[in-house]
């Protein structure tokens, strides 16, 4: 996992049940536009998820961390890095 996930509100809570209203708060977000960078367990992943069509999520990884170090989930890498692309679609050839 992502040390933080940044949580951007994208859409009104007007006409929204009041329990998603609530969720929206809780995640510390205002109003549209609002971001809050917010711890990532499973309990925010959960209140996002309950309201994932009001928000846009990013997961963030702490600039202090080693190089090295895996953040748990990690980012895909292109298919032509790791070699499972056409051979058309490859930059270079690898001998």
Do not use: W, Y
């Amino acid at each position: 996992m992502a040390d933080k996930l940044r949580v951007t509100q994208i859409k009104s809570t007007i006409s929204h049940i009041a329990r998603n209203r609530a969720t929206i708060r809780a995640l510390g977000l205002k109003r549209i536009g609002h971001t809050v960078e917010i711890a990532d367990n499973p309990a925010t992943r959960g209140m996002v998820r309950q309201v994932r069509f009001l928000v846009s999520v990013e997961e963030v990884v702490e600039a202090g961390r080693p190089k090295g170090e895996p953040a748990g989930r990690t980012a895909t890498v292109p298919s032509e890095d790791r070699g499972d692309a056409p051979a058309s679609h490859r930059s270079e050839e690898k001998s």
